[in-house]
């Protein structure tokens, strides 16, 4: 599937290519924008982002699969990332991520058919005082329980 | 006790009420100081950095050459990704312009005209929140090219904001910058430091956000008030995160050397059924974890801490109360660290795997004594052999736990070696593949 940046997003880059005194430097800003636009990040995007700031693609490739921020595959339209690491794991952490497989029915990585959900095992995401968290696309839910997490889902259900 | 990083005041996150509140009098008053007597002010206080290693920030400035033809940089480490550690975020959203001037001072002793804010692409909350104050400190013209006019003096200094995008080495100093340049976050060999080669080959200091967050108070309070601030050999205050089993988790602003027992017990409102404690991490997860029954007495700074066997870090404090089941928190710390080690030393991108493998091993029920010595050979032969100090902070927390908590786990493991096939690959290589066996 072809990619092309929309004029507006064309704008933005050359505004984020003045913050760096190389082109190459804009790379994780741009690709943020790729992902916007794409939703995931394709070999399209990559070579789209690779011309523009100059760069083979396989750089960009390189950046785009040292970050776990950048979908290499498509994603759910909300996608649930449950932290699981030390803090949260203590005060129930796990419980959260079991609950969500369980009501979703799909496991790390995965997306629901619809395409409406993908879960995501994240790693420490700096709620530890007000864990365990799910964090729903870029917004923080904390202080979570079961039945918390059945709303949130249920919320998400009926905006989509 | 006054809080210096996070005023109890009322939305201090606005630009006017940070202002009525003594708000960008210090880059006043440091403007008209020469460089050399901020950066004097800083080392006399004594502020130690808040982002683990606890280095004096002053004399971090001064390794900043003085002549170069190069441009100067200041990256301002906010990836904040320590599992256990959830300070920086506060700061962001509850005291973002102290930040920016604490940032524009540093910049302008050790003369750098740009600073890299780097923070955690997780914070899309605290990135747009941060953003917002940057933009009005640059509309109210305390930030770039207008900070001439404003304040009347020759400097001026550009504050950039750079998202992460989710992987923990990059709050490594030299893996932070590489990722500013655009490539994948691997750390670099040092020497050379940042001071001789940093961001696009040219000197750049690196601070925490909590360690730039204190410098206008010191400037303006003067350092004599900050170094009387708790323990002398690490003053000031700490943003202390508490969590796991306490009944209030959050974020404490105390006097360094407080002691940990009070943080926990009075601060952070002890341990909900008052459960004994197991086990504390006092420095975040990669930080070597202290016995429920050392803890009594502990201060927490950088010295106190070093002396009972462990380190302050980022101050995370994860408390576990007696129900809490120890292997499966190992494994789950290791499963962290193998997860992000980057992959460029052997001893970490292969250790890290190893160490999560034999501590599933011992969670199931199927590990031996014998698992136990194993995971301490390879935390050892990790520890030390890396580029960067996530080699460290794999083998930490395992080499301690294991042997301070040696008979919580040898509880866990069976006495005698059992494998599906009888080769103990790893004790008694030559029986493996016996010479014997070997034909041409």
């Known amino acids: 599937m072809e990619f092309k940046f929309t004029p507006e997003n064309l704008e933005k880059i050359k505004d984020i290519l003045k913050k760096y005194p190389t082109k190459k430097s804009a790379i994780m800003p741009v690709l943020y924008l790729g992902q916007e636009q794409n939703g995931w990040i394709s070999t399209e995007v990559m070579t789209e982002i690779a011309s523009i700031l100059e760069i083979t693609d396989e750089e960009v490739l390189g950046v785009v699969t040292f970050y776990t921020m950048f979908f290499e595959k498509p994603m759910g339209k909300n996608h649930l990332q449950v932290c699981t690491n030390v803090s949260c794991m203590l005060r129930g952490g796990y419980d959260i991520y079991n609950h969500v497989k369980e009501e979703l029915g799909i496991d790390n990585m995965e997306v629901t058919e619809d395409g409406n959900f993908s879960l995501e095992e994240v790693e420490c995401m700096g709620s530890c005082g007000t864990a365990p968290m799910i964090a729903v696309n870029e917004d923080y839910y904390e202080n979570l329980n079961k039945e918390k997490v059945n709303e949130i889902i249920e919320s998400l259900k009926n905006k989509s | 006790m006054e809080r210096i990083v996070l005023p109890d005041i009322e939305n201090l996150h606005k630009l006017d009420v940070y202002k009525e509140n003594g708000g960008y009098t210090a880059i006043v008053k440091a403007l008209g100081q020469s460089t050399d007597d901020i950066i004097d002010q800083v080392k006399k206080s004594g502020l130690r950095g808040r982002g683990g290693a606890a280095f004096v920030a002053g004399l971090k400035w001064s390794f900043m050459p003085k002549i170069t033809d190069k441009p100067k940089y200041l990256c301002v480490n906010g990836d904040e990704s320590e599992p256990g550690s959830f300070k920086d975020r506060q700061i962001l959203e509850y005291n973002p312009h102290q930040l920016i001037e604490g940032i524009l001072i540093t910049c302008y002793a050790i003369g750098a005209k740009t600073a890299y804010v780097y923070i955690r692409g997780e914070y899309h909350k605290w990135i747009n929140l941060f953003q917002n104050a940057l933009s009005d400190a640059y509309a109210a013209g305390y930030v770039g090219d207008k900070m001439k006019e404003t304040f009347k003096t020759n400097f001026a200094c550009e504050i950039i904001v750079h998202k992460g995008a989710g992987a923990y080495i990059c709050g490594e100093e030299s893996s932070l910058m590489n990722s500013i340049e655009g490539k994948r976050g691997y750390p670099r060999v040092k020497p050379p430091f940042p001071a001789q080669n940093g961001l696009w080959g040219c000197p750049t200091t690196i601070n925490n956000v909590e360690t730039i967050t204190n410098v206008p108070k010191i400037i303006n309070k003067g350092w004599e008030w900050y170094s009387q601030i708790g323990e002398p050999k690490h003053p000031g205050t700490i943003?202390?995160?508490?969590?796991?089993?306490?009944?209030?988790?959050?974020?404490?602003?105390?006097?360094?050397?407080?002691?940990?027992?009070?943080?926990?017990?009075?601060?952070?409102?002890?341990?909900?059924?008052?459960?004994?404690?197991?086990?504390?991490?006092?420095?975040?997860?990669?930080?070597?974890?202290?016995?429920?029954?050392?803890?009594?007495?502990?201060?927490?700074?950088?010295?106190?801490?070093?002396?009972?066997?462990?380190?302050?870090?980022?101050?995370?404090?994860?408390?576990?109360?007696?129900?809490?089941?120890?292997?499966?928190?190992?494994?789950?710390?290791?499963?962290?660290?193998?997860?992000?080690?980057?992959?460029?030393?052997?001893?970490?991108?292969?250790?890290?795997?190893?160490?999560?493998?034999?501590?599933?091993?011992?969670?199931?029920?199927?590990?031996?004594?014998?698992?136990?010595?194993?995971?301490?050979?390879?935390?050892?032969?990790?520890?030390?052999?890396?580029?960067?100090?996530?080699?460290?902070?794999?083998?930490?927390?395992?080499?301690?736990?294991?042997?301070?908590?040696?008979?919580?786990?040898?509880?866990?493991?069976?006495?005698?070696?059992?494998?599906?096939?009888?080769?103990?690959?790893?004790?008694?290589?030559?029986?493996?593949?016996?010479?014997?066996?070997?034909?041409?």
Request: charged share 20%; hydrophobic share 35%.
């Open chain 2, 239 to 440: 943003l202390f995160g508490v969590s796991g089993h306490v009944n209030k988790p959050g974020v404490y602003e105390l006097p360094s050397g407080t002691l940990l027992t009070d943080i926990i017990y009075s601060y952070a409102g002890g341990v909900p059924g008052d459960k004994k404690i197991l086990c504390v991490i006092p420095g975040g997860s990669s930080m070597p974890p202290l016995r429920g029954d050392q803890i009594e007495g502990v201060k927490m700074d950088a010295e106190s801490l070093k002396a009972v066997g462990s380190s302050i870090g980022t101050g995370g404090i994860i408390v576990m109360d007696e129900d809490t089941d120890l292997v499966k928190v190992l494994a789950r710390i290791s499963k962290f660290y193998y997860h992000e080690s980057c992959g460029q030393c052997t001893p970490c991108r292969e250790g890290t795997s190893w160490l999560v493998r034999i501590l599933d091993r011992i969670a199931q029920g199927n590990g031996s004594s014998h698992d136990l010595d194993l995971l301490i050979n390879v935390a050892s032969n990790i520890e030390g052999n890396t580029i960067c100090a996530l080699g460290e902070a794999a083998a930490w927390p395992v080499r301690f736990m294991v042997t301070r908590f040696r008979d919580y786990f040898e509880e866990r493991v069976q006495k005698e070696v059992t494998l599906p096939v009888k080769n103990t690959v790893h004790s008694m290589r030559d029986t493996a593949f016996p010479i014997t066996d070997i034909k041409d």
